[in-house]
């Protein structure tokens, strides 16, 4: 807040004493752009590198797991690491995505517009994509819409916007953000017979009985209260039984560190344990380790295989 000017008087010496006083990503990422711009401490790019690698590595929401994949192989084809470059099949890929609801893919796209537009119109389609992909929690997203009404780039200055934007910044660093999933037309339309059903399941180790009430924990419901802690126990033991969707979310919840240690090694062995009993949701993800080395072996050439099939065949 002191940073931007967000509601009260912007002052860079109380700004940087506050973030350096904190070790969470929104801190960083504003040490990043104060050693950038030279703000209050001399400018230093090095050091500004430092903190954005910091910033990179504390953001869970930054790995999106079933969404990274899309992304990378978009990626591909704008370096040509393993394929022809072809910068149209780039933003084909990255579109396609984005119409999936894809935060990062949507994230990208509101870029290219943004960094390009001279008119209105352009810049509020950019904005609009930078608020959905901030509804998902996805934090580049976020810092983005931070930064265009705390400093009124492109559009006027709204202090209001920038500080509701930074107050959601804060819960998703701090692993407080609660996607409305109801709305989304998932979870939480759970009746108190069919969650007594499901428990009645779990208490005779059925897998998915217990796969179902760790999501309901998740998300919290009408009948069960949100808890991550029973949700993990309730997934891990799930996926020692063997089902898929428990040892898929599991991966996914180790590789991106959501509510537990985040553990590369750990997700690239439970995407690859689903991806060998033929999983479909595993592959891309596997594919998406392989590809950068996360967690298991590099392999730049079968990676780039799993996530070439799984676009050509996944129905966005």
């Not at 967000?6 to 860079?12: L, P, Q, V």
């Amino acid at each position: 807040m002191y940073h931007y000017g967000i509601a009260i008087k912007k002052n860079y010496r109380l700004a940087a004493e506050y973030y350096l006083k904190s070790d969470i990503g929104p801190s960083f990422y504003g040490l990043y752009i104060m050693y950038k711009n030279g703000q209050y401490f001399p400018k230093n790019l090095s050091i500004a590198n430092n903190y954005l690698l910091k910033w990179k590595n504390t953001n869970c929401f930054d790995v999106v797991p079933g969404c990274n994949e899309s992304v990378s192989l978009a990626d591909l084809y704008l370096s040509g690491l393993g394929v022809k470059k072809d910068l149209k099949k780039h933003i084909h890929i990255l579109k396609k995505a984005a119409k999936s609801l894809n935060p990062i893919a949507m994230c990208r796209i509101a870029d290219n517009i943004y960094l390009k537009s001279n008119t209105k119109k352009s810049t509020h389609e950019a904005i609009s994509l930078y608020k959905l992909a901030a509804k998902y929690g996805y934090s580049s997203a976020i810092d983005k819409l931070i930064n265009i009404y705390s400093v009124g780039e492109k559009i006027e200055r709204d202090a209001d916007e920038a500080l509701s934007y930074f107050e959601l910044r804060v819960k998703v660093a701090l692993g407080q953000f609660e996607f409305d999933v109801v709305k989304a037309g998932g979870y939480g339309m759970t009746s108190e017979e069919n969650y007594l059903d499901l428990l009645s399941g779990a208490q005779k180790g059925d897998p998915r009985c217990l796969y179902d009430i760790a999501m309901l924990h998740v998300y919290g419901d009408r009948v069960v209260t949100r808890n991550m802690d029973e949700a993990t126990k309730l997934l891990i033991s799930s996926a020692s039984k063997g089902y898929v969707d428990s040892i898929v979310r599991l991966g996914d919840m180790y590789l991106s560190g959501f509510y537990v240690k985040k553990d590369h090694i750990k997700a690239g062995e439970l995407y690859k344990m689903a991806f060998e009993i033929n999983i479909p949701q595993a592959a891309p993800r596997f594919g998406y380790c392989l590809l950068i080395g996360l967690g298991v072996e590099k392999d730049i050439d079968r990676g780039l295989s799993l996530l070439q099939t799984y676009f050509d065949n996944f129905q966005f």
